[in-house]
């Protein structure tokens, strides 16, 4: 069975920088799309950042700059870099990638189990 395992989370003082990994297993990341999610208590659950097949990039506007996905093909492993941390990246962090389906790519189809990044001012 296909799994995204995320490992990195935590708390830290605003301005600090922490970095999310989501490992896959049993599953290995094609050229489709794979992202990063973040849900804060209350809120819907916002897409921060997305890799393409062709490996270019968005970031949400709030995150820009400050953010940074990455994908390690090595290790089958995607990264998310998180610099300059403000209270208000408090949330759970979500990785999801897309899976080939014919004729190009799913929607996402496997999701990590979240890591909370708690962030104080």
């Known amino acids: 069975q296909p799994q995204l395992v995320v490992s990195g989370g935590g708390s830290v003082q605003a301005g600090g920088s922490l970095k999310l990994s989501c490992a896959a297993s049993d599953f290995v990341f094609h050229d489709c799309a794979k992202a990063w999610y973040r849900q804060a208590p209350g809120k819907e659950r916002e897409l921060v950042a997305i890799i393409n097949s062709d490996t270019t990039t968005a970031y949400t506007h709030s995150v820009e700059g400050r953010f940074t996905i990455s994908l390690d093909n090595s290790k089958n492993t995607l990264y998310l870099q998180m610099n300059s941390l403000k209270p208000e990246d408090t949330a759970m962090y979500y990785c999801?990638?897309?899976?080939?389906?014919?004729?190009?790519?799913?929607?996402?189809?496997?999701w990590g189990q979240g890591t909370q990044v708690t962030v104080s001012s």
């Open positions: 999801a990638a897309a899976d080939r389906q014919w004729p190009g790519c799913s929607a996402y189809k496997y």
